[in-house]
């Protein structure tokens, strides 16, 4: 059964700092990848989606990365701002045609201080 | 405006009582799914459909109903409310993509 671990769970940065989310998936056998963010009492924001031949995905001052092989992605955010805080969710699916049968991390909780 | 809308954002009943959440979506996405958001599981699907007239259990199907007659709109019943079914409902939908566009949710409290 397919598995998705986000570490840490919280995060607490200064203003300013670059800095990575990561998330490990235990079956490599994944359709797409997507990072999701979460504002508190909101619903989901699909921030970025990597299919699986793909290795990153690029938006704005967000960088997303899937390594399949090693059941790896990261989501690196540059130059943080207070904007950002929220919890980042981390979602695989398993194959063609699950559409949304998505399997989620519990997120990261960022605060990014002023 | 176009989106996702659920409603009603807030609900609080009593335990057998049958509560329905209701989406609907404007940008007629083939795909429409059902989740709910609890502290310590995350997000885990309800149910989910393809088009219209067309559902399938997801990963924790058990108490809630769906129906799908408009490809726009996409109800969860829950037909006898038990306190395990509090929780944090949230309605996506999809155009096919992979890409999920979620509504802003509604909290249940079963009482």
């Known amino acids: 059964k397919q598995e998705v671990t986000q570490i840490p769970a919280a995060l607490s940065v200064p203003e300013g700092e670059n800095l990575v989310l990561n998330c490990s998936f235990t079956d490599s056998a994944i359709y797409n990848l997507q990072w999701f963010r979460q504002d508190p009492g909101k619903g989901l924001t699909s921030l970025l989606l990597i299919q699986s031949s793909q290795r990153e995905q690029t938006s704005g001052r967000l960088n997303a990365s899937l390594d399949k092989s090693s059941g790896r992605s990261t989501l690196y955010i540059a130059a943080s701002q207070p904007g950002d805080s929220a919890t980042y969710l981390c979602a695989v699916g398993g194959f063609e045609g699950s559409q949304g049968n998505l399997i989620f991390g519990k997120g990261t909780k960022l605060s990014v201080k002023p | 405006d176009a989106g996702i809308t659920q409603s009603p954002r807030y609900k609080i009943t009593e335990t057998g009582r049958q509560v329905t959440l209701m989406c609907h979506q404007t940008w007629s996405h083939s795909y429409m799914f059902w989740y709910r958001q609890d502290l310590g599981h995350g997000l885990r699907l309800i149910y989910y459909s393809a088009a219209a007239d067309i559902t399938d259990k997801g990963e924790v199907p058990d108490g809630y109903v769906v129906s799908r007659s408009k490809t726009e709109n996409f109800p969860l019943t829950l037909e006898s409310a038990t306190r395990s079914q509090t929780s944090v409902y949230f309605c996506?939908?999809?155009?096919?993509?992979?890409?999920?566009?979620f509504g802003e949710g509604s909290r249940l409290t079963v009482l």
């Open positions: 996506a939908s999809s155009r096919g993509t992979g890409e999920l566009f």
